[in-house]
Structure formats: structure tokens, C-alpha cells
């Protein structure tokens, strides 16, 4: 079965943030897909933000274009070299005090190979039901781990916001990486914690069922990610994938 797949993306500052330091990618033609959230002061956060947007896509095809082949461990060799290589150039253009988290997903051969660093996020709804794809790189997901907090406790945790891994770090960006078979009727969300931080997963589940219009979902969830209080700039990519000749 082939699928065929549209695609948007949607970005707000929020009602808190001086400044709108996320960003999102789309390329139908390669199928890849991206949120960023930059870290950091004023313009910092969001150049960050802008070298990985920008830098990620062009290296990443470098790398697949290297590699010759579309076989899965040379697709999820090709995003860690490419991340890596990222990384190294933010922290030697921008410095140690700024960086980067993303989420991404990058579609071939009826596969998305999800990948992310820090707490952007990666969700599958499929037959109605939401799977987190992504696991939060930040100390309250340590502690989950280590049995001290519950899963619950992490998303209102002081410690969540203390990042373990991303785009920048010192030591070694290493993305974790998935890969799931797509069927028709699936639906990835890619965002920022600027969503995750202000609506319950229930809630983005029923937005995202509410509808086939992408654009209209996405405002939908910026609009109530901003009256739940707004806290941080929001940012969402949606892909729909339907079996060709459908719709």
C-alpha cells in the first residue's frame, strides 16, 4: 500500500515570550519534517533556532546523499551524523550559552524515522488513540526513571526545564531515534513544549480528531495552548498520511 501525505505547520509567540524563538520545517519533496525551540537570552534562542532549521536539512541530505541507499540503518545513521555535525557548528557559532531542542520525522518507503533531542515532542494518533513517541530529555524524566517522581509529578516538576541533551551541547548530540510503519489514517504531531505545557494530552487528542483541515486544527491548538495561559512560544507541525487515490 503506498501512502501519500500533506503537511502544516504553525507557529505563535504565545502571550508571555518577548520574543518567538521556534521554528518548524516542511518539505513535502524529501519528507522531512522539524519543530525547533531555541534556548537561550534575547536573539540567541532564536538563532539558534534559525542554524538548525536552516542547517539540519541541507546536512542531513548530505549525509543520505553519501550513504546511497535507503536501507533503515544508513537512513538513522545519516540524522545522527547530521545532527552531530550540527551541534558542533551551533556551539562554535553561538557559544555555550545558548542551544537548541527538536523533534523531527523524516518519511521514506512507508517509514517515518522520528528523531529528538530535549522536550520537543513527537506524537502518533492513529484509530484514535495518542502515542507519545518522544521521551523528555530533562531531569524530572530522570527521576521518573529512578522511581523518585511519577509521570504526573514530571509535567509540573521545578526540574523539567533543566535539559539533560540537545542541539549545542558539550558533550556529544546523540538524537534518539525511532522508526514505525506508517498506515493509512495516521496522523504525527511534531511540537514544542509550548503546546505539551499548557494542554493535557487528552485535550490535543480530541482537537486533532475534531478534524481534517490541518490549518484549522493547528489554530485550534494555538488558541488553547494561548487561553490555557501562554506561557511559552508554541509551535506544531502536523503530517496526514492517506493511501493513495483517497480524498
Known amino acids: 500500500m503506498k501512502l501519500h501525505y500533506k503537511a502544516a505547520g504553525l507557529s505563535d509567540i504565545g502571550r508571555v ?3 518567538n524563538q521556534d521554528a ?9 519534517f522539524m519543530v525547533v525551540d531555541g534556548m537561550g537570552g534575547m536573539q540567541e ?5 534559525k542554524y538548525v532549521v536552516e542547517g539540519l536539512p541541507s546536512v542531513l541530505t548530505e549525509q543520505i546523499n553519501q550513504q546511497g541507499t535507503i536501507q533503515s540503518n544508513s ?8 545532527v552531530a555535525e550540527v551541534s558542533s557548528y551551533l556551539r562554535e557559532k553561538v557559544g555555550n550559552n545558548t542551544g537548541a531542542t527538536f523533534a523531527s520525522a523524516l518519511v521514506k518507503g512507508g517509514k517515518a524515522y522520528v528523531a529528538h533531542l530535549g522536550d520537543s515532542r513527537a506524537y502518533l494518533l492513529r484509530d484514535g488513540n495518542m502515542e507519545q513517541l518522544t521521551k ?3 531531569v524530572a524524566s530522570l ?3 529512578m522511581g523518585e517522581i511519577t509521570a504526573d509529578q514530571a509535567g509540573v516538576h521545578p526540574m523539567r526545564h533543566r535539559l539533560t541533551a540537545y542541539i549545542g ?3 556529544s548530540a546523540v538524537p534518539e531515534i525511532k522508526c514505525i510503519s506508517l498506515e493509512a489514517g495516521d496522523v504525527l504531531l511534531l511540537c514544542t513544549d509550548g503546546l505539551t505545557g499548557m494542554l493535557p494530552v487528552q485535550e490535543i487528542t480530541d482537537i486533532l480528531s475534531s478534524g481534517v483541515n490541518l490549518k484549522s486544527v493547528l489554530e485550534k491548538l494555538i488558541d488553547r495552548a494561548n487561553e490555557a495561559g501562554g506561557q511559552d512560544n508554541i ?3 502536523l503530517i496526514n498520511f492517506q493511501e493513495r487515490g483517497e480524498g
Do not use: C
Not at 534562542?45 to 533556532?49: H, M, Q, R, T
Not at 537512513?75 to 551524523?81: L, N, R, V
Open 45 to 49: 534562542g532564536a538563532l539558534a533556532a
Open 75 to 82: 537512513i538513522i545513521s545519516s540524522i545522527k551524523e547530521a
Open 235 to 237: 509551535t506544531a507541525v
Open 24 to 32: 518548524f520545517y516542511i518539505d513535502i519533496e524529501s519528507g522531512l
Open 169 to 171: 551541547m558539550q558533550d
Open 143 to 145: 527521576l521518573v526513571d
Open 136 to 138: 523528555d530529555h530533562n
Open 17 to 19: 515570550r518577548e520574543e
